[in-house]
């Protein structure tokens, strides 16, 4: 019997695009591994090839024709999608256009937001049949047994299934926890080659988590219970892929992975000395800082920190319970020890009052000033997640067409006909108006970092007493006048009063402009981005009125003082053609990490400009907009 699982399907945004990055689910992989010791057939299917192969800027209908194609040309004698709630309006479409295609094949439907509205999703839907909760590998093989034989579902625990007569019937939950050691290596060879063996690898660390925030469902999945993989275990698995598929970063899936600190220290002692990279999450207060110095010689070289919320009124009452003053003392240390890290925050919490997001926002700031290039920041929108404390408490929740991620709604009347399902759209009401929750996210999600986090920092500094609160206060003093169900209007709302706070600024700090512009072209290229929003741009030209040297010092040390007024500057809008600049710069993409400038002559620049321009109205109006000009 061949089961062909489903990935899921999900786009970020850079730069204003939708993307999507192929990535080995490891649940699946997991499942399809005990299959095939099994003796049965494992595919997987990843619609994110399919979208990137496809050439596909959106999710069309033309895009999801083609997901369900796929899964039928692989002849499946059964299915199996995976989802999250973010990503379920996606598999149930797919789903529904295979069943159309083949509609005595069983579809099955697993993973944490199956296993707290599995039945609703079955009541709801008719293109599903089977809900697998919980953990499946000790399911999966007996479950593909008796729908090969054609018998009765009831002996195999943990199910929600569709019977002959069309009532639902729930089995019971199995007892024991599923032993991770035990399982079987993931089948990586399943994935398409170019979803393995990329710059780093997910790799299944451990599952469960002890901890009681009340906006988490991870451990009502888990059923609480922590666990780790054997160090011994998880060294193998990285061996393996380093010499199947020549991965040598990879990120420990555990949100609690240095929890138990002996063990952690094991897994260095293991590790120190092969090579590897490698990058994982803890909580702060759990992080043995004593330890840091160890972690960087065993080739760590990122931490993840969720730390949720700036307020600690709100850190207690959300029971995420962090000592505030010693999370940023733990996360300085681990930038002093030369390692990355990424803080995840949270608005639009039920108890949330404006005062307390000003704390969210001014601790983010806080984090950029001590290192901004290597610490990363989020700011998320609360979802009401299934199975969570608070999806559980009763709150009444809303939809306003803004998904959790600033993802495009494709079916909001589907959204809106079952709020139970797809909660994780909706939101919370709180003392924070929902215009700021919206672009207080985006700020910090999508436009910060196309300005830069230096120069945010710098700004910070020397204009906004280090407080980042007091700066978004400049950009949204109020409601803006644009829809706010549309991103690309959020953004450039967001984008476009701070351009205009910058002009206000140079008016006694004429560098801000050069600097402005200088760090956002620094952005662009680390991110990829080009004004066609299809990525790769190689270089930049880019004029100044200051020495970029100098400017750049100021990027590099937000506390070197800033380039001399007296010097020649730009104007605060962008040059047009012809314009004359004191200094011109090609800014060197190349080199990602570390964008390198070269000065060209103010002759041979205008040539360039000329003849870019010349060919590209569109080019022209970029340049004439930003102040820069891409050379692609």
């Known amino acids: 019997m061949r089961v062909v699982f489903v990935d899921n399907f999900y786009t970020t945004r850079i730069g204003g695009r939708l993307a999507t990055a192929p990535s080995p689910h490891l649940g699946l992989m997991s499942l399809s591994a ?57 598999a149930l479409t797919a789903a529904r256009l295979f069943k159309a295609r083949a509609p005595e094949t069983p579809v099955m439907l697993g993973g944490p937001h199956a296993t707290i509205v599995g039945r609703a999703i079955l ?46 019937v729930e089995t019971p939950a199995e007892a024991g926890l599923i032993d991770i050691d035990r399982t079987p290596y993931p089948a990586l060879h399943l994935y398409d080659r170019r979803a393995v063996s990329a710059a780093e690898m997910s790799v299944e660390a451990g599952r469960g988590c002890p901890f009681a925030c009340t906006f988490c469902s991870t451990a009502n999945f888990f059923k609480r ?30 949100d609690l992975f240095g929890l138990n600190k002996k063990s952690l220290r094991e897994f260095c002692r293991l590790v120190d000395g092969r090579g590897f990279e490698w990058k994982c999450s803890m909580r702060s207060d759990t992080l043995d800082v004593d330890l840091l110095d160890t972690l960087r010689a065993a080739g760590c070289r990122d931490i993840y920190f969720g730390v949720e919320t700036g307020s600690a009124r709100l850190q207690r009452a959300v029971k995420k319970g962090l000592d505030l003053e010693a999370t940023k003392a733990a996360v300085a240390r681990v930038i002093g020890a030369g390692l990355s890290c990424t803080v995840s925050f949270i608005t639009g919490f039920r108890e949330e009052t404006e005062e307390d997001q000003d704390a969210t926002l001014d601790m983010i700031g806080w984090f950029w000033g001590l290192d901004a290039r290597r610490l990363r920041t989020q700011l998320h929108m609360l979802s009401p997640e299934p199975g969570s404390e608070l999806s559980a408490g009763g709150h009444e929740i809303f ?7 600033a993802d495009d709604i494709g079916d909001a009347d589907l959204i809106l006909q079952h709020p139970a399902i797809f909660s994780v759209f909706y939101h919370y009401r709180s003392a924070v108006p929902r215009w700021r929750v919206i672009t207080a996210s985006a700020f910090v999600t999508f436009v910060a970092p196309l300005i830069g986090a230096p120069f945010l920092n710098h700004l910070l500094k ?3 007493d280090g407080r980042m609160s007091r700066l978004f206060r400049r950009l949204a003093p109020r409601e803006p006048d644009v829809p706010l169900n549309s991103h690309a209007a ?49 270089a930049v030209l880019l004029p100044l009125g200051h020495d970029i040297a100098a400017l750049s010092r100021v990027l590099d040390a937000p506390d070197a003082p800033p380039p001399p007024s007296s010097m020649t500057t730009t ?11 004191t200094r011109w710069y090609v800014i060197d993409g190349a080199a990602a990490v570390d964008p390198v400038a070269y000065p060209i002559a103010e002759t041979e620049a205008e040539k360039l400009v000329e003849t870019i321009c010349a060919e590209s109205a569109a080019m022209r109006e970029d340049f004439e907009n930003k102040g820069f000009l891409y050379l692609i």
Not at 76 to 88: E, I, K, N, Q, S
Not at 227 to 253: A, I, P, T
Not at 571 to 581: K, L, S, V
């Open 571 to 581: 104007t605060t809008t962008a040059p047009t053609q012809g314009a004359r600049a």
């Open 123 to 168: 009541e709801a839907f008719e293109a599903f049949s089977i809900v697998a909760r919980h953990e499946a590998e000790t399911i999966i093989a007996p479950l593909v047994d008796a729908l090969e034989r054609g018998r009765g579902l009831e002996d195999v625990p943990n199910l929600i299934f569709r019977a002959p007569d069309g009532s639902l």
């Open 462 to 464: 020397e204009h906004f």
């Open 225 to 254: 219970r922590y666990r780790l993989k054997s160090n011994e275990r998880l060294v193998d698995e990285m061996e393996r892929m380093r010499r199947e598929y020549g991965v040598n970063v990879f990120n420990l899936n555990h």
């Open 399 to 405: 939809f306003d067409g803004v998904g959790p991620e």
């Open 34 to 90: 005990v299959l095939e010791e099994a003796g049965r057939e494992a595919r997987i299917v990843d619609p994110k090839l399919i979208f990137n192969d496809g050439g596909f800027d959106a999710p069309t209908p033309d895009f999801y024709a083609r997901w369900a194609d796929e899964i039928a040309a692989a002849a499946p004698d059964a299915v199996g999608f995976t989802a999250y709630g973010r990503t379920l309006p996606a």
């Open 490 to 538: 959020i953004v450039a709302f967001l984008h476009a009063r701070f351009a205009a706070l910058i002009d206000a600024l140079c008016a006694t700090a004429p560098y801000l402009d050069d600097l402005h512009r200088l760090s956002g072209v620094m952005s662009r290229l680390i991110a990829g981005v080009s004004p066609d929003n299809a990525g790769g741009a190689a």
